[in-house]
């Protein structure tokens, strides 16, 4: 794809996506137009809206790259981010619409009648919301080079100014409007290059994905490597090279020995046809069969990580602050539970093609796997096997796609995080409501900008799912068990979500910033949710038995608010961002 069509893509979304911020900010005249839309998006354009926020970097770049170098194990990142809602659905979307909160803190005050609860749901809320905005960041930096050639910093900055203008312009209802937008614009980008790509594959002969050995190159194949990276040759081979390797200046043949390689970035490797494909050496690509076999990768436990994996994912949904804000958008617990439903529809329809993206990436574009850069392969495809205009033409959809992906995810969250932020660490500070939320949106921004910026690069889909570990060890339990049972109790609560909510986001820290470890610690750390969830569960039940002269005085009234339809309700009472609660 030439430089212009993407700058071309980047810009025209974002021009348009200012635009359907400036009209939704037409649309909103009130404190509360600003914080819930005035509670009065319909099912379909608020399960549109979910679609487009909550399918992120991890869902348009991040599964596919994982496909491309894992391979089936990884189709349960897709599977677990739909059935998410499930849960949602069953047990919690109406229920949590009709408690009339706007955030979890809000949730965590009214049910508990608490304000240690509220303080301790908040920083979690905060942590979850700048560790999911982490990736999306970095995804943003990684688009714009490998379609522009734009240095690192350029992404992040380019996503948080168009955030920055349609939050701080309109609030919920501006948004409402522009991931709505981004949902579709997503899924055509995505769904029409995957007919053009199929149509080049049976072109092609249909060959075999995971063919039995080694990869290979099929033909010589010239790769530019944009950063440095150590690349792990699986036996010895001699390449032209133009830039330095192992820190000498190169130009020309030369022969390398099998082992690591340190390459550094603006090298230029040619390998000739036959050659096995070497890989970055922070990624332990399956080979041959085993790349169509469940269960073999997750490092030395793979049945430990899926299973923990699932956990996560299935469970972290309902945890997720920017998710669980939109259900609040609702008229009534009823168009909640709808608009699950619909959510569940839209993206049981867009997983479907990541991972045949990465499924075709693992033919046509192997040397991501050298360079490290496997999430990229959703921009590279369409240019690889589509030639001419028509190949430029769909990878600037592509672009924009992702870059869509990156606004409406970036933006959701920055509305999350800003609402925790104003509520609690603004509020007395500053005397509007709605300048309070401004100044929250940019707090909210500027930490995970720091982190991208400046921590090394992360596989999108993996921290993303770390995430969800978190999520699913802390307001998961909260959320449960403050809707389902009434025993619960604001010593229990606040134990559990220090307990599950710190285990977790201490694994979390040291998977990130230590690396992988060996052995049963390594699985325990990166996957964690396996074992911090119930650790949660069990402190919030063992430490709320033993407190219960500490009960919320009006858990009946709560819980009745929590469990009656609406239709039968008098006097209920909405969360109001200005006076707290009122019934």
């Not at 699986?234 to 082992?259: C, F, I, K």
């Not at 033993?546 to 009656?564: C, D, K, S």
Request: with cysteine.
């Amino acid at each position: 794809m030439s430089t212009s069509a993407g700058i071309a893509a980047v810009v025209i979304t974002a021009v348009v996506t200012v635009l359907i911020g400036a009209y939704g900010l037409r649309a909103s005249r009130t404190t509360s137009d600003f914080y819930v839309a005035s509670r009065t998006v319909t099912p379909w354009w608020n399960a549109s809206a979910i679609g487009g926020e909550y399918l992120s970097a991890a869902s348009f770049l991040g599964v596919a790259g994982l496909v491309l170098a894992y391979g089936t194990d990884m189709l349960w990142f897709p599977v677990g981010y739909t059935a998410g809602y499930l849960m949602l659905l069953v047990l919690v979307a109406a229920p949590l619409r009709r408690s009339g909160a706007y955030t979890l803190p809000d949730f965590a005050e009214a049910r508990l009648e608490s304000a240690a609860a509220r303080r301790a749901a908040s920083v979690l809320v905060v942590t979850i919301g700048w560790l999911y905005l982490l990736p999306q960041f970095q995804a943003a930096g990684l688009t714009l080079r490998t379609v522009t050639g734009a240095p690192q910093w350029a992404g992040p900055a380019a996503v948080a100014a168009v955030v920055l203008v349609s939050v701080l312009g309109g609030g919920m209802r501006s948004i409402t409007f522009v991931q709505a937008f981004q949902y579709w614009l997503k899924l055509t980008a995505l769904a029409l290059p995957v007919v053009f790509l199929l149509l080049a594959w049976q072109a092609d002969g249909r060959p075999e994905v995971a063919p039995g050995g080694e990869p290979v190159f099929p033909e010589t194949t010239t790769v530019e490597v944009t950063t440095d990276v150590t690349v792990d040759l699986p036996m010895g081979v001699v390449v032209r090279a133009d830039g330095v390797v192992d820190g000498a200046s190169v130009t020309g043949e030369l022969p390398l020995d099998r082992g690591d390689h340190d390459v550094e970035a603006g090298t230029v490797l040619e390998f000739p046809a036959g050659a096995r494909i070497p890989h970055a050496s922070n990624l332990e690509p399956m080979t041959g069969e085993a790349w169509a076999l469940p269960l073999t990768a997750g490092g030395d436990h793979p049945l430990y990580a899926t299973y923990s994996l699932i956990i996560a994912l299935f469970f972290g949904t309902m945890g997720l602050p920017h998710v669980l804000v939109r259900f609040y958008t609702n008229p009534d617990g009823r168009a909640a539970r709808r608009t699950t439903l619909a959510v569940l529809g839209l993206l049981g329809v867009f997983y479907v093609l990541p991972g045949i993206y990465g499924a075709l990436g693992r033919l046509y574009t192997p040397e991501l796997l050298l360079t490290g850069r496997t999430d990229a392969v959703v921009l590279v495809l369409p240019g690889r096997l589509v030639d001419g205009v028509l190949g430029d033409a769909l990878s600037a959809l592509v672009t924009a796609g992702a870059f869509a992906a990156f606004l409406s995810t970036s933006s959701g969250l920055t509305v999350s995080v800003a609402g925790v932020l104003s509520q609690d660490l603004l509020r007395g500070r500053v005397r509007n409501p709605v300048t309070g939320f401004r100044l929250g949106a940019v707090l909210a921004l500027l930490v995970p900008i720091g982190l991208a910026l400046s921590s090394p690069f992360l596989g999108i889909a993996d921290v993303v799912g770390l995430a969800f570990a978190v999520a699913a060890s802390s307001f998961c339990p909260l959320l449960l068990l403050g809707i389902w049972w009434r025993r619960l109790t604001w010593p229990g609560a606040v134990a559990g979500l220090l307990t599950g909510g710190g285990t977790s986001t201490a694994a979390v820290a040291v998977t990130i910033l230590g690396g992988p470890q060996d052995g049963w610690i390594g699985a325990l750390l990166a996957q964690p949710a396996a074992w911090t969830m119930p650790l949660a569960f069990l402190v919030m039940i063992v430490v709320s038995l033993g407190t219960q002269q500490h009960m919320a005085p009006g858990v009946n009234r709560t819980m009745v608010r929590l469990h009656t339809p609406e239709n039968l309700e008098l006097n209920r009472g909405d969360w109001d961002p200005e006076d707290r609660w009122r019934t």
